[in-house]
């Protein structure tokens, strides 16, 4: 999967667009019917942070009809992420938030969970109703290996026991992601809109 400038630069920006709208409980921006090419993409996610603080985290692992459509609608629920009801984000904070969208190839279920190559592998791990994930990069911003990727994704995440993704009645898959990514309030490691691929 690799997605060309033009539309990281579109995708961005319609990320922008949709955050200021949700926060400023305006209309969401309506891409152009037929604009944007289909692209073999199992789900994404879009990931905000101030000054490296994590305002919101929301995504899907179903493939996106239209790219463009479900960038607007994923960023503006990012915006409404629930782990933030008390403290929503403010119109003052859209200037400094960072920005990731996260395009997700479709999860591969593995049985053989220690093989997770810890910021190169994303983990989606289900067990009954319970169910958690962890995007690629989790694991290389925390410094976790891939023992301690796993079970903080079964107790953090899935709110299963640490050690659940031994059993093999768990359900473990990995997928790969390529992360387009607008900095404001960190110092940007690529200029604006380039993509850095971990996979």
């Known amino acids: 999967m690799s997605v060309e400038a033009a539309l990281r630069d579109k995708l961005i920006s319609l990320a922008r667009d949709a955050l200021a709208a949700a926060v400023s409980g305006r209309p969401l921006p309506a891409p152009e019917p037929g604009d944007a090419p289909p692209l073999p993409c199992g789900g994404m996610f879009v990931t905000l942070r101030n000054r490296g603080r994590l305002r919101g985290c929301i995504g899907t692992f179903q493939p996106p009809a239209n790219l463009e459509e479900t ?36 999860p591969v279920r593995t049985h053989d969970p220690l093989s997770l190559r810890p910021g190169i592998d994303g983990v989606l791990i289900h067990r009954g109703e319970a169910s958690g994930c962890f995007l690629p990069q989790v694991a290389t911003e925390q410094g976790w290996n891939a023992e301690q990727t796993l079970s903080h994704c079964c107790a953090g995440k899935a709110n299963l026991p640490p050690e659940a993704w031994r059993d093999p009645q768990t359900e473990v898959y990995f997928f790969t992601a390529e992360i387009i990514e607008d900095r404001r309030a960190t110092p940007r490691r690529k200029a604006p809109g380039q993509t850095a691929t971990r996979s």
């Open 71 to 106: 960038v607007v609608e994923t960023a503006a629920a990012a915006v409404r992420d629930p782990r933030f009801v008390l403290a929503p984000i403010t119109r003052e904070e859209l200037d400094h938030l960072d920005l990731e969208i996260s395009l997700l190839s479709p």
